[in-house]
Structures are given as structure tokens and as C-alpha cells.
């Protein structure tokens, strides 16, 4: 008998508040828990003593192990392009499968920002036991509001023609750019309609040209203006694409018997929807929905993690009233639910999706679209343990000697005393500062209490303990995370450094292929998705190339292989395997044990160890390159016969080529005496140039020397004459001066004239 819609929402209620994860419980306190040592917040056992002055401090171990963790764990799966690669199940099918494997990582990283779903995901998985992600073809329409300015008519034709768009106001006006072109192009033609008039009147032929830029004004202004459009449409975006979320770990409901979610007997997903959500999805009973159950908005965890930055998490903001209906928030339980709905006596998975007291939806399907990773698997239980469970003792421990050690330092800078009631001014007492007078009554009033002193030594020690108790319990170690100083001394640091930081390696390569097993079943999830649903071809970028991609091409599925958490070593270590491996095969190429596919292979797989996501860009697939075909017999012969053409031609080009050799010898030697003979006769030019030069600057030497002896001369005669005329004038002056003497020695008897004349010749001959 088939079952009513009354019994189903019953079977749905009694599994949801069955379910692990439904409002609150143990599960729900662990991961509580695990948030409040995260966040280091002194609350639940890391609350300090309710006394005042005493140290709050929170080791924070569980973040920074976790913190250190994801890097590496990040790097395994999102350094590279490729996480997962399908293989074929029959010959025939490799092309498909690499198809496939570049759609599905196309789908993953670049359609739903795949690089942030792993981080969460894994991160959900290190804190809270298990990460939840959920997969699903998206049906939805999403309307969106869309304007543009300024589009010409054929702009607009295209906007209309765009079966998703719908023009919702549209404003028509003239083109102010095209209207000045107008007027600049009627004014140019004005000035030349002028000139031309100016030439009919001296040639009447000319007429005929201000008719035709009569004509052409005329027809500019007749026409109609062009016109420009302002719109807003209105892009409706139908369903059809791969989703994928974070599940937070609160809205993953579960039985409780359950292993595996694929053979669970309930999964949900309680999640918060929009009446304008669950309308563009297609649900049509929204408005009758009542009794909505507010739960999960209440979730302890949930508050917990709210509350780290948000003073309002304690309040159920659901519950908060709009005036928009449209954005009436609606706690929507999306359950998975083995039952025998059709009372054939086999029970069936069945989607039934509830709000409040209303069905929303009632079909088979044939898996529940959820992936689980956890980090330590617990044999035989759905739920594992997480990072923070393994560190939670130890970041308690450290926390209270941490406080231990600051309560005592503490104590030391500012005691206790005791003081003499009425003898002691108290106010000065209580007043702790350097210097400071305490008014007493009486000597001995006030004192300092004797208190315990403690080793910080021994604090010390026991917070190193703490350390290697941590590291043990976790595996990560502080020579993984680089942060040991002591790893940088020693004679033997570099081969107990590596030893050590691989074994720590290797709990994380564990704890990274536990999770490599969540991403397999996430891509074939999405595999299965786009060969379902996926009903038109698609033309996307893949390895640089644009390639044409039907998914209905791949129903029949491929084996999935991860290639994530291999082998041991940091990435370095695994480049300078693969390097090694690349030399090996290139020395293979010569003896046949290697192909030049093994070292295209090898150098991608170079490339991903470095981080270079598109490896493609570094290496050319041998495969692309197509061998040479044979040629057949014919074909023989034609070449033959062309190779016969191509000999003769080379053998008269060799004889061209050496008769324009010989015939540039024979000009080069030309060329050699030319250049030869001018250099003699420049040569000869040089030598007579310099001749005459020689004998001009002689003769010019000469000339030089006659005209300065000439004017040596000239002076010698006029110094001669000086001096002549100077030593005359001296003997008048001496002979002026005897005959004034001669006068003044004579007698007074006077002279006759012959006397007077024989001393006048007297002074003439001696003059």
C-alpha cells in the first residue's frame, strides 16, 4: 500500500531528531569544544579561576597546529591543475577520460572556486572530526537586473536577440555627436556651394556643381536622426551547472547506526533558504509553509563560532521579521531517506525535502549528494577524530602551567601583606608604586606574607614536556614546521633534521590520502553529474587548446585514480627524484627503453612539483606531433624523379655558383689593383704636397730672415746717428764751456781779432 504524505513527514520528523547532529548532544559539545581551544578563548575547561588578578592566558596549540598543517596539505591538492585524472576502462576511450579529466578539474577549480572549497573542506575536516561538502545540478533561475547606455540600433538587436534577456524600460533620444557631424558637414558644403556660385558666374558650366551641393545639403537634412538607447533588461539564467558547498558541520544531520553515507538510512542537510530561494528553485507550496523549525539556528556550535566576532550570535536572527516576504529566511531540511514510499515491500532512497509542516519534494534518487573527509578514521563509525581531538590535552596542560608560571611571576613583582587593623593607612598600602610612603601608627604594622617562590625551571620543563607530548600525540613536529632553532647546530642536524621531518611527513601524507579518498568520490560525483544532466555541447579552453565537449560522451563512467598524498619527501626531494628519472630516460631513448612519451610524462609531472599549475605551457605532447606517413610506390617514383630535378637543378646552381665565384675573384683582384694604384698615387700626391710645402716654408724663412736683418740694420744706423749727434752736442758744450774759460783767464787788455779768430779755429778743429 503506497504510503500518504502524513506518514512521510513522520518517518522525515522521528530520523531528523534521531539523527546525529540534530540541535545539540556530545558530538555537538566536541566540536564546541574543538572551536573554543581553536579560537584559545579561557572558556569550558580553559576558563581561568574565578579570581580576581589571576592569569587568563590560552596556549593556543590547537590553531597552530592545524595552521601548520593546511599549507602542506594545501599544496598536495591545489597545487596542481590536475587533482584527479579518470582512466579508460576500454581501448578506445583514453582520449575521452583525458577529456573527462580536464572537464571535471575545469568544473571543480574554475566553475566553484575550487582552491576555497578545499581549504574549508579540509579545515571542517582538521577541527570538527569531519568535512562536509555537497554536490548537485544546479536547476535555479536567477534573475538579474541589467542597464545600458547609449546603444546604437544594431547594439540593440543584439541585446534583443539574447533569449535570456528581457528589455524591462527603454529611453530613446538623437545622437548629439552624430547631429554636430551633421551641422559641421551641411557648413563645409555651404562654404563650398559659395565658391562654386563665385565660379558660375565666370563659367556657366560651373552651375551644374552648386545644383549637386544643393542636392546633398538637402538630402542630409532629410534624413531621420540616428537615435540612441538607454535599457534595462531584465537576464533570466536558467539551471544547468555542477555546485558544489561547504556543509557547515552543524547542518549535517546523520543516522546514527550509519558507516557510510552511502549506505546510510537518513542523511539532511538542514540549511536557511529565502522564500525568494525556494521560489526561483521552483518550489511552488511556499506560501502554506508554517511550524518552521528554528533549531539548528540555535546550534552551540554554530553560536560558538559566531561568536568570535559577532555580539549578536546569541540572538536567532531567523526569527527576525521583513516586510520583504521574498527574503523570509525558511529552515529547509533537504533529507535522503531509505523508505518504501510506493509499498512494494523494497525500501528506496528517496529525496524528500521538508520546511516546517509542508513537503516540498518527493522523488527517487540514487545516492545522497554529500562527500565526507575526516582525518583519523574510527573503524566502524561514520564520524573520525579530528587534529584538534588529538591536541586538545595538551593545549590544556600547557594552558594551566603557562598560567602556573605568570600567576607566580605575578606574585613575585606584587605580593601579599598583612597589616594591623586601625594601625596601618590602608589607602597607602594598596597604592603599588616605586617610592611610595605606607603610614604606620607603630613600627611592625604592615608586612609581606611569606609565600612559595616557584622554579620557573621546573615550569619550563614540564612546558617541554608538554611539547613533545603534543608533537606525539599529533605528528607534527616543530622541525616540520621549520621553527627549531636547535635543528640549525650540530654535526649531525642535516640527517636527523630529515629523518625526523620525513617521518612527520608521513603522518600528513596518511591524514592526506584519508582525504584523497573524499576527493575521488567528489569527482565522480561531478563525472556523474555532467554525463546525467549535461545535455549540450560545450566549447572550453583545455591544455591551451579550444576544445568541443560533449559529457554525454562519458556515461559509461571511467576508474578514478587520485593522484595526491604518493610517496614520501617534501617537493624538492620528489623534483630531484624526477629530475633523476628524466635523465634515466633520455638515456633510455637511445636503447629503446624509453619513449619520448615517458619524458613528456615525466617533465609534467616536473612541472606539478614545482606548483606550476598549467604544466602544459612547459612541454609539447609527442602525441600531437603525427609520425610520417610511408609513401607508396608512386609516390616513390615522383620522388625520385624530383630528387633527379633537384640534382640537376643543384648541379647547375653549383655551376652558376662557381662561375659568379670566379667572376667576383676576378673582380675582387680588379678591385685589389685599383685600390693598390690609388694608393701609390696618393701616396706620390702626398710626397710632392710635402715637397712644396717644405720649399715654400724655405723661401719663406728666407724672405723672413732678409727682412729682419734689413730692419736690424735700419736700427743700427739710426742708433749710430744718435750717438754721433750726442757726442757732438757734448764737445759744443765742452768747448762753449773752455772759452768761457778762456775769456774768464785772459787779461783785460783786449784781444785783437786775429787772436779772437785763431781760438775760434781752435775750437772748430777740435770739434
Known amino acids: 500500500m503506497k504510503m500518504t504524505d502524513e506518514q512521510l513527514k513522520a518517518i522525515t520528523d522521528g530520523e531528523m531528531r534521531q539523527a546525529v547532529g540534530w540541535y545539540s548532544g556530545k558530538l555537538a559539545l566536541q566540536r564546541q569544544k574543538a572551536m573554543v581551544y581553536y579560537l584559545a578563548e579561557p572558556k569550558l575547561d580553559l576558563s581561568p579561576p574565578e579570581i580576581e588578578g589571576r592569569s587568563s592566558v590560552v596556549s593556543p596549540d590547537v590553531r597552530n597546529t592545524i595552521e601548520a598543517m593546511l599549507p602542506q596539505l594545501m599544496v598536495k591538492f591545489a597545487g596542481s591543475e590536475q587533482v584527479v585524472e579518470f582512466e ?6 583514453e582520449k575521452k577520460a583525458e577529456q573527462a579529466t580536464d572537464y571535471v578539474n575545469h568544473v571543480f577549480h574554475r566553475q ?37 547606455k547609449a546603444l546604437s540600433d544594431v547594439e540593440l538587436s543584439q541585446v534583443m536577440d539574447d533569449e535570456e534577456v528581457e528589455i524591462i524600460e527603454q529611453k530613446a533620444y538623437p545622437d548629439e555627436e552624430d547631429a554636430e557631424k551633421r551641422q559641421e558637414a551641411i557648413q563645409q558644403l555651404g562654404q563650398q556651394m559659395q565658391q562654386a556660385m563665385q565660379a558660375a558666374q565666370q563659367n556657366p558650366q560651373a552651375a551644374q556643381a552648386v545644383q549637386q551641393i544643393q542636392a546633398q545639403i538637402q538630402q542630409i537634412q532629410s534624413a531621420p536622426p540616428v537615435m540612441l538607447y538607454d535599457i534595462a533588461c531584465k537576464r533570466s539564467k536558467g539551471g544547468g551547472r555542477v555546485c558544489i558547498e561547504n556543509v557547515p558541520p552543524e547542518e549535517f544531520l546523520i543516522s546514527r547506526k550509519a558507516k557510510r553515507i552511502e549506505d546510510a538510512s537518513f542523511v539532511a542537510h538542514r540549511v536557511s533558504r529565502t522564500a525568494s530561494d525556494l521560489q526561483s528553485m521552483g518550489y511552488k507550496n511556499i506560501d502554506q509553509i508554517s511550524g518552521d523549525d528554528q533549531a539548528t539556528s540555535l546550534n552551540m556550535e554554530r553560536v560558538e563560532r559566531l561568536a568570535w566576532d559577532d555580539e549578536m550570535a546569541y540572538t536567532n536572527a531567523s ?13 529547509v531540511t533537504e533529507c535522503y531517506v531509505r523508505v518504501d514510499y510506493d509499498g512494494d515491500g523494497i525500501s528506496e532512497l528517496r529525496k524528500v525535502v521538508r520546511a516546517g509542516n509542508q513537503i516540498l519534494e518527493n522523488e527517487i534518487v540514487d545516492c545522497a549528494p554529500f562527500v565526507s573527509i575526516t582525518p583519523v578514521p574510527m573503524p566502524h563509525k561514520f564520524f573520525g577524530m579530528s587534529v584538534a581531538d588529538l591536541a586538545l590535552e595538551g593545549q590544556r596542560v600547557k594552558t594551566a602551567i603557562l598560567r602556573g608560571q605568570l600567576d607566580n611571576m605575578y606574585l613575585q613583582i606584587n605580593g601579599r601583606y598583612f597589616a594591623v587593623d586601625g594601625q596601618v593607612n590602608l589607602d597607602d598600602l594598596l597604592a603599588s608604586r616605586p617610592g611610595g610612603v605606607v603610614r604606620m601608627k607603630g613600627p611592625g604594622m604592615a608586612g609581606r ?47 636527523k633534521t630529515n629523518i625526523v621531518t620525513n617521518k612527520a611527513d608521513m603522518r600528513v601524507d596518511l591524514i592526506a590520502r584519508n582525504f584523497a579518498e573524499g576527493f575521488r568520490d567528489l569527482f565522480r560525483f561531478i563525472l556523474k553529474l555532467v554525463s546525467q544532466y549535461g545535455d549540450k555541447e560545450q566549447v572550453i579552453k583545455l591544455r591551451g587548446e579550444w576544445v568541443p565537449i560533449n559529457p554525454r560522451d562519458w556515461r559509461n563512467g571511467f576508474d578514478c585514480v587520485v593522484n595526491v598524498g604518493l610517496g ?70 615522383q620522388m625520385k624523379a624530383k630528387m ?25 683582384l680588379e678591385r685589389e689593383r685599383m685600390q693598390m ?19 715654400a716654408q724655405s723661401a719663406q724663412e728666407l724672405e723672413r ?11 743700427f744706423k739710426a742708433q749710430m746717428q744718435q750717438e754721433t749727434a750726442i757726442a757732438v752736442a757734448k764737445i759744443n758744450a765742452e768747448a762753449v764751456v773752455m772759452r768761457a774759460q778762456l775769456q774768464a783767464s785772459a787779461t783785460p787788455a783786449t784781444a785783437t781779432p786775429q787772436q779772437d779768430m785763431a781760438a775760434d779755429n781752435a775750437v772748430s778743429d777740435d770739434a
Open 677 to 695: 694604384q690609388a694608393q701609390v698615387d696618393t701616396h706620390r700626391q702626398q710626397v710632392e704636397a710635402q715637397q712644396k710645402a717644405l720649399e
Open 112 to 148: 566553484n572556486n575550487g582552491e576555497l572549497l578545499t581549504y574549508t573542506w579540509m579545515k571542517d575536516a582538521l577541527l570538527s572530526k569531519n568535512g562536509i561538502v555537497k554536490v548537485w545540478w544546479d536547476t535555479r533561475t536567477e534573475e538579474t537586473r541589467e542597464e545600458y
Open 319 to 331: 526569527q527576525q521579521i521583513t516586510p520583504d516576504e521574498s527574503q523570509r529566511i525558511i529552515w
Open 568 to 637: 614520501t619527501g617534501n617537493k624538492d626531494q620528489q623534483v630531484a627524484h624526477l629530475n633523476m628519472m628524466l635523465q634515466q630516460a633520455i638515456a633510455g631513448l637511445q636503447d629503446g627503453t624509453a619513449t619520448p612519451e615517458n619524458v613528456y610524462q615525466i617533465k609534467i609531472e616536473m612541472a606539478k612539483a614545482m606548483g606550476f599549475k598549467n604544466a602544459d605551457k612547459y612541454a609539447t605532447d609527442p602525441q600531437k606531433n603525427p609520425p610520417p606517413q610511408m609513401p607508396g610506390p608512386m609516390e616513390i617514383e
Open 449 to 495: 606574607l611569606d609565600q612559595g617562590m616557584g622554579d620557573s625551571s621546573v615550569g619550563q620543563a614540564m612546558m617541554e614536556y608538554m611539547q613533545g607530548f603534543l608533537e606525539d600525540s599529533t605528528g607534527w613536529s616543530r622541525l616540520s614546521q621549520g621553527t627549531d632553532p636547535s635543528s640549525l647546530m650540530g654535526s649531525e642536524t642535516a640527517t
Open 705 to 715: 730672415v732678409k727682412v729682419q736683418s734689413q730692419m736690424q740694420l735700419e736700427q
Open 88 to 93: 579508460p576502462q576500454k581501448p578506445g576511450d
Open 644 to 668: 633527379a630535378q633537384e640534382t640537376e637543378q643543384m648541379k647547375a646552381q653549383a655551376k652558376m655558383q662557381a662561375d659568379t665565384q670566379a667572376k667576383q675573384a676576378e673582380l675582387q
